[in-house]
């Protein structure tokens, strides 16, 4: 859940800022920041209008398409997923392993960091 994909076309140290987000269903916001740390790779996505005001925390295995060309990423998530996801503050939780294993189970992996649940 904490990588990005093999088949996502990540390229590591490629500046994803400003690239647009769509969800299954749409376009969710822009990267306002990424990590491609190994093991807790993320976005930071700048939900703009869609969500006014907030930013949420998308897990890199999310990830399914990074087009360059067009400056856009694919995640495999629904706009409810999304805006259903625990409350993302970033001075708060983007270093938070208790808040990155909230997320991890919420979107699925059962454990932080998609590890394997005990």
């Known amino acids: ?3 990005f994909r093999e088949t996502a076309g990540h390229l590591e140290g490629t500046d994803l800022t400003g690239y647009k987000v769509e969800a299954t269903e749409g376009v969710i916001g822009k990267v306002d920041k990424h990590s491609d740390e ?3 790779a993320y976005l930071v996505v700048d ?3 869609w969500i006014f005001g907030k930013e949420v ?4 295995g999310a990830v399914t398409l990074i087009d360059p060309d067009e400056k856009r990423v694919l995640v495999d998530l629904t706009k409810e997923q999304i805006e ?3 409350e993302f503050h970033r001075d708060k939780h983007l ?3 208790g808040y990155h294993a909230r997320l991890g189970t919420y979107y ?5 960091f ?4 005990a």
Not at 57 to 60: E, Q, S, T, V
Not at 108 to 112: C, D, L, N, V
Not at 114 to 117: C, F, S
């Open 1 to 3: 859940m904490w990588a």
């Open 57 to 60: 925390l998308i897990p890199a």
């Open 114 to 117: 998609g590890g394997r649940p």
């Open 84 to 86: 259903n996801a625990p």
């Open 95 to 97: 270093d938070d392993a």
């Open 38 to 40: 190994v093991g807790s």
């Open 47 to 49: 939900t703009g209008v």
């Open 108 to 112: 699925g992996t059962g454990a932080p």
